[in-house]
Nanobody, 124 residues
Framework: QQQLVESGGGLVQPGGSLRLSCAAS????????IGWFRQAPGKEREGLSC????????NYGDSVKGRFTISRDNAKKMVYLQMNSLKPEDTGIYYC?????????????????WGKGTSVTVSS
C-alpha cells in the first residue's frame, strides 16, 4: 500500500526556517513526482512544489519560488521541503502528495496519493 507520512511541522517566527520531511513507502517504481501542497485556513489547497523522483527536476509555484527548496533522497525514500524566509501567510497544513505526471503534481486533481499533513504556524 502506497503511503506518505509528513513530519517537521511546528511553530516558527516570521523570517525563520523549517524543514518538512515526507517518508514514502509502498511505491514500486520511481516514475513518480512527489510534492507539497499547502492549505491555509479558509483557503483551497495550493500546490507549492514537486520533484521528479527519477531525475530530480523540481518545479515551484510562484508563491514559494526563491524561498522554498524541494529535494529528495532516493536511498532513504524521503522528500524534503526546506522553507526559508517564512511569512505569516505560509501558515497552514502542509501535505505531501504523489502524482504520475507533471504538471499534475501541482494540481489537487492530479494527485494519486496524499499524506495526512503536518501543521505549520508562522507567528511571532
Amino acid at each position: 500500500q502506497q503511503q506518505l507520512v509528513e513530519s517537521g511541522g511546528g511553530l516558527v517566527q516570521p523570517g525563520g526556517s523549517l524543514r518538512l520531511s515526507c517518508a514514502a513507502s509502498g511505491f514500486i517504481d520511481n516514475y513518480w513526482y512527489i510534492g507539497w501542497f499547502r492549505q491555509a485556513p479558509g483557503k483551497e489547497r495550493e500546490g507549492l512544489s514537486c520533484i521528479s523522483i527519477i531525475n530530480g527536476v523540481a518545479n515551484y509555484g510562484d508563491s514559494v519560488k526563491g524561498r522554498f527548496t524541494i529535494s529528495r533522497d532516493n536511498a532513504k525514500k524521503m522528500v524534503y521541503l526546506q522553507m526559508n524566509s517564512l511569512k505569516p501567510e505560509d501558515t497552514g497544513i502542509y501535505y505531501c502528495a504523489a502524482s504520475r505526471m507533471f504538471p499534475l503534481c501541482l494540481v489537487t486533481g492530479g494527485v494519486n496519493v496524499w499524506g495526512k499533513g503536518t501543521s505549520v504556524t508562522v507567528s511571532s
